[in-house]
């Protein structure tokens, strides 16, 4: 048994269980948190895109609110996931570093409270619907981490038999702990966005009736990218543009849902992705990637907040928001608690959603242990050396000015050295299964998820090669 927190909503908890209440009678919203795989700044319409067509998300920003400086924790998948579902620094958790792999002991702990215990402990119904990548043993697994529900891939999509040298067990398509298809071909890797759609939207109708938090992290628009025919053809035959409309077209499905359920005002949804553009994305007007240094395009990300009535429609926040704030910022506005007995890295930032006029309560921001933006300096670890930016007038990070800056440099590596020292001095283990394996080691009867949705004979655009576009 897992330890649980007991607070003084414990009995509410209980009673909502038995009576479950809509979020509107509750009085709390629903939340649906949007994770996209390696989408960069740039990708979209609301952020300069003109390559991509994206007017889900361009309406969803009309609507709501872009907020132009909010950042990631890492700049790779598992670490980024980590922080984001407990409100911690990934190093904090030992869940920094390299991703999780199939059949891994190590894993996201389930001594570590997410964003779905939280909100589970206050009569939420949550869902995990696409890519989890925090472990794929049982003990690991959204279901073990306050998941009412679970859909989805355990782990990153590129991690599967067509990836050359490395001899990964079949790919599976899990519902709730039960691996019920997999993932061996074109057809099934095309189906993963609508699929993980189709079980975010049913989840919704479902749950209509009650307060209800979903984490939606797409698999899409990580390498390989594979899409219907139709959709490559709508761009053109381009599959990571037809991935990033595809994308849209789903949070496009999502929001009509919230709308024509009647419950879109009191419902959050966030839009963002998980770290810096992958290979054929951009972090345009950004410097960076995905992995790298610690650029911003690294780790500042594409979001929107959307809940119509809350937050003021056309908004702008440039304040500085992370997504470790998000697990705090819910608790504020869903009645939760933040755990006491442990550091917690983030800050609750509900106010820059709801008040244009306030403020971040962040004086610095921290990259990893590579990276520190104060106001509009930031200072960034090119292998040891310091290079120092003026984002107000360079954002691109072109123009090193460290030489003309010798003290801020000495108090930005300062404060870098410090934070360093301050999570490193109270990291907590990863969690760690013993006896390890692969979920699958044969596909066996197994469907294709092709199969399994019908489409076994769907017609793709895309390659189920890994290998990167050569870079121009
Ligand atoms: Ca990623």
Redesign the pocket.
């Known amino acids: 048994m897992k330890h649980k927190i007991v607070s003084p909503t414990v009995l509410f908890a209980l009673s909502a269980i038995f009576f479950p209440l809509a979020a509107a009678e509750t009085g709390k919203p629903n939340v649906v948190f949007i994770f996209i ?2 989408m960069g700044y740039g990708d979209i319409g609301p952020f300069g895109s003109t390559k991509n067509k994206t007017p889900n998300l361009d309406r969803m920003a009309a609507e709501g609110m872009k907020l132009t400086d909010f950042y990631v924790s890492a700049t ?2 598992t670490p ?2 980590a922080a984001l579902m407990t409100g911690c620094y990934a190093d904090r958790i030992s869940m920094d570093g390299r ?1 999780c792999f199939p059949g891994e002991a190590r894993g996201l702990n389930p001594e570590e409270t997410t964003i779905a215990e939280m909100l589970k402990a206050q009569g939420y119904a949550t869902g995990c619907f696409g890519k989890w ?1 925090l472990g794929d043993m049982p003990q690991l697994m959204p279901l073990n981490h306050g998941f009412d529900e679970y859909e989805g891939i355990p782990y ?1 999509n590129d991690m599967w038999v067509h990836l050359q040298k490395r001899d990964f067990p079949p790919l599976p398509w899990m519902k709730q702990d039960k691996a019920v298809a997999h993932i061996p071909d074109a057809p099934s890797q095309a189906l993963l966005i609508d699929a993980i759609t189709n079980a975010t939207v049913d989840f919704i109708k479902r749950k209509k009736d009650e307060a209800f938090f979903v984490y939606m992290p797409h698999a899409a628009v ?1 390498l390989p990218r594979l899409v219907k025919k139709e959709e490559g053809d709508r761009a053109d035959g381009d599959a990571t543009r037809a991935q990033v409309e595809a994308v849209d077209a789903s949070v496009g499905r999502v929001l009509e849902t919230l709308r024509e359920l009647g419950i879109a005002e009191n419902t959050l949804v966030f839009f963002t ?3 810096g553009p ?1 290979a054929g994305l951009s972090p345009a007007p950004l410097r960076g990637g ?1 992995g790298g240094p610690r650029y911003e395009g690294n780790m500042r990300m594409p979001t929107l907040a959307w809940w119509p009535g809350k937050i003021p429609a056309g908004s702008v926040c440039s304040e500085i928001g992370r997504s470790i704030d998000i697990f705090p910022t819910l608790a504020k506005l869903c009645g939760g608690e933040v755990p006491t007995d442990r550091i917690i890295d983030g800050k609750d930032i509900s106010s820059l959603l709801t008040n244009p006029d306030a403020k971040s309560p962040h004086s610095e921001l921290y990259y990893e242990y590579e990276g520190i933006r104060q106001g509009n300096w930031k200072l960034v670890k090119i292998r040891k050396a310091s290079r120092l930016f003026d984002l107000a007038t360079d954002i691109g990070e072109q123009t090193d000015i460290a030489a003309k800056h010798p003290e801020k440099v000495a108090e930005l590596e300062k404060l870098l050295v410090e934070h360093k020292a301050k999570v490193t001095s109270a990291r907590r283990p990863a969690g760690a299964v013993a006896n390890a394996k692969p979920i699958l080691t044969e596909p066996g009867d197994l469907p294709s998820l092709a199969e399994y949705m019908g489409e076994a004979n769907l017609k793709t655009v895309g390659t189920i090669y890994k290998t990167p576009p050569k870079k121009k």
Do not use: T
Request: glycine share 0%; with cysteine.
């Open positions: 795989d390696d790779a998948c980024s996931r991703v990548h990153s990580h992705s998980d770290n992958a995905k």
